[in-house]
């Protein structure tokens, strides 16, 4: 058994998730409110050398003991650069917090995109149709007649002189529980339950890009390149030996 050979195809497994988490990350670089995927590696041992009962130093668990890359995914909950955009149903949470909304079957998630538009029955929902939540936990609904809307800085939105109601911006004691779904929304831990942010900072007209920085992602696929080539020339030269190894032997 080789050991290398082992290790190297490991580690190009991981490299080829460390890839798509790249892809995605270039691919939503310009997503409104997108939250980088981050990757960490750790090594874990397999096969680790244990004395056996006759009390020399023996092995249990059978193989060799080897070393590999163990990947380990994450987000990054930075906030990123916020880009006026004169529309008056745009909104830019400044500091902590996201947006409350209800998704089609009923359920809630949460994003930091307040990409605004109206529906046809005057509802007020995101890019992807869902109905943005108020703090009552009810829809926010436009008056027929029209007017100007604007919104205050702690999330109180008004159609000319009258409120509609307040945007809810809820938090979460621990983000990295959230689950990352299409779109840029997140959904809570089955045990994890949001909190309101008391005093809400809001900008109207603006919208918070993605944080991530395509700059740093495409340098990161060149070391992805190269690491993954390193890998496959350590696999390569492993099978040339052991051919020549069996060649040898006969």
Same mark, same amino acid.
């Given at each position: ?10 580690a ?8 798509d ?11 409104t409110?997108?939250?980088?995927? /981050?990757v ?39 906030? %990123?650069?916020t880009?006026? /955009?004169?529309? @008056? ?5 400044? %500091? ?8 089609? @079957? ?21 890019? %992807?149709g ?10 926010i ?6 007017g @100007? ?11 000319? /002189? ?6 809810a ?8 529980t ?26 109207? %007209?603006?919208l ?36 020549? /190894?069996? @060649?040898?032997?006969?």
């Amino acid at each position: 058994m080789s050991i290398g050979l082992y290790q190297s195809a490991s580690a190009l497994s991981a490299l080829e998730r460390w890839q798509d988490v790249v892809s995605q990350n270039i691919t939503s670089s310009q997503t409104t409110g997108y939250r980088k995927r /981050t990757v960490s590696f750790s090594t874990q041992m397999s096969g680790e050398l244990l004395p056996n009962p006759s009390g020399r130093a023996g092995q249990q668990g059978g193989g060799m003991p080897m070393i590999f890359p163990k990947f380990n995914s994450g987000i990054n909950f930075m906030t %990123g650069e916020t880009q006026p /955009t004169r529309r @008056d149903l745009d909104v830019a949470i400044q %500091g902590e917090g996201f947006f409350e909304v209800q998704m089609q @079957d009923g359920s809630k998630a949460y994003t930091r995109s307040g990409e605004f538009r109206m529906r046809s029955d005057r509802t007020l929902v995101s890019t %992807g149709g869902q109905e943005v939540l108020s703090t009552a936990g009810n829809p926010i609904l436009f008056l027929p007649g029209g007017g @100007d809307v604007s919104v205050n800085r702690d999330g109180t939105i008004f159609q000319g /002189t009258t409120a509609l109601g307040k945007i809810a911006v809820q938090k979460f004691s621990d983000p990295a529980t959230l689950k990352p779904i299409a779109g840029g929304y997140f959904l809570p831990a089955d045990n994890e339950a949001p909190e309101p942010v008391m005093e809400p900072e809001l900008l109207q %007209g603006y919208l918070e890009g993605s944080n991530v920085s395509s700059l740093r992602e495409m340098v990161d696929m060149v070391i992805i390149s190269r690491a993954y080539e390193a890998n496959q020339k350590i696999i390569s030269t492993v099978e040339q030996t052991m051919q020549k /190894t069996i @060649d040898a032997l006969g």
